[in-house]
Every structure is written in structure tokens, then in C-alpha cells.
């Protein structure tokens, strides 16, 4: 990816991941998070949650793959924030998306900021976010 060719408006190439128990139990073993809310479908409904809901750290995880496969290694992710809007479910189909909303220099450096979310197959949104990009 080159800098110069970039625009405000540019769509980030989509991440889609649909949510497994296996992809489940392997973030809770990666990150040492075993809350049961996220794999026990019994607790989930005890819980008021149709399934078991993602561990919200997923979404950074997934948001954060998604710049990657995009950036080239000129660049880095050198912020990202979230905030969550709504649960997503064991089974839920999800889009990690993201388009750039500003780009500047400082420094003789590029960066772009970026606008990210997160959608079920529904079309609600249950991430939004922002991240920097830099690029050296």
C-alpha cells in the first residue's frame, strides 16, 4: 500500500469472521480470559443472552488483523480504540470494516486516520472505533 495513493473516503478491505465455539476457546486459552459467558450456552441464557457472547477483546483482535492485512510494512497500527454498541453471539457472522477520514503529515511522517467497525449479519453495528495508522 502506498501512502501517496491513498484518499480520504478509502474503503479498507473487509475482514469477515463468523464467531466458533473452537475460535472461542482458542482466544479465551490465548488471552487467559475463561469467562464462562463467552463458551456455556447455560450461563449465556441465565445471562439473558440468546448465545454466548464475544469476549469484546475479540473485536480488537480482529480489528487489528484487519489494518494489518491492509497496511504494508512501511506502516503501523500506532492507535486503535473501540467502544461496543451491542453483543455479538456464538454463530453471529461478523464484517470488520474501516474507511480513512483524514490524512496528514507531521514530522515527515504520513498517518491516516481511520474510522473502524463492526457489524453483524443483520447490518447492526456492535464495534465502533478509530485507528492511526503511520507510516514511516
Same mark, same amino acid.
Given at each position: 500500500?502506498?501512502?501517496?495513493?491513498?484518499?480520504?473516503?478509502?474503503?479498507?478491505?473487509?475482514?469477515?469472521?463468523?464467531?466458533?465455539?473452537?475460535?472461542?476457546?482458542?482466544?479465551?486459552? @490465548?488471552?487467559?480470559?475463561?469467562? $464462562?459467558?463467552?463458551?456455556?450456552?447455560? !450461563?449465556?441464557?441465565? *445471562?439473558? #443472552?440468546?448465545?454466548? /457472547?464475544?469476549?469484546?477483546?475479540?473485536?480488537?483482535?480482529?480489528?487489528?488483523?484487519?489494518?494489518?492485512?491492509?497496511?504494508?510494512?512501511?506502516?503501523? @497500527?500506532?492507535?486503535?480504540?473501540? $467502544?461496543?454498541?451491542?453483543?455479538?453471539? !456464538?454463530?453471529?457472522? *461478523?464484517? #470488520?470494516?474501516?474507511? /480513512?477520514?483524514?490524512?496528514?503529515?507531521?514530522?515527515?511522517?504520513?498517518?491516516?486516520?481511520?474510522?473502524?467497525?463492526?457489524?453483524?449479519?443483520?447490518?447492526?453495528?456492535?464495534?465502533?472505533?478509530?485507528?492511526?495508522?503511520?507510516?514511516?
Amino acid at each position: 500500500m502506498d501512502y501517496e495513493k491513498i484518499e480520504v473516503g478509502t474503503r479498507i478491505p473487509p475482514l469477515k469472521e463468523k464467531v466458533t465455539i473452537v475460535q472461542t476457546a482458542m482466544y479465551c486459552g @490465548v488471552t487467559w480470559d475463561f469467562a $464462562r459467558q463467552h463458551y456455556d450456552r447455560e !450461563l449465556a441464557r441465565s *445471562l439473558g #443472552y440468546e448465545q454466548p /457472547v464475544v469476549d469484546p477483546q475479540m473485536y480488537g483482535a480482529f480489528l487489528a488483523r484487519m489494518l494489518t492485512d491492509w497496511i504494508s510494512i512501511e506502516a503501523r @497500527v500506532a492507535r486503535m480504540s473501540m $467502544r461496543y454498541t451491542a453483543p455479538a453471539h !456464538l454463530g453471529d457472522e *461478523l464484517e #470488520y470494516s474501516g474507511t /480513512v477520514v483524514r490524512k496528514y503529515q507531521e514530522e515527515g511522517r504520513g498517518y491516516l486516520d481511520c474510522d473502524l467497525r463492526v457489524e453483524n449479519q443483520n447490518g447492526a453495528q456492535v464495534v465502533k472505533g478509530a485507528a492511526v495508522i503511520l507510516f514511516f
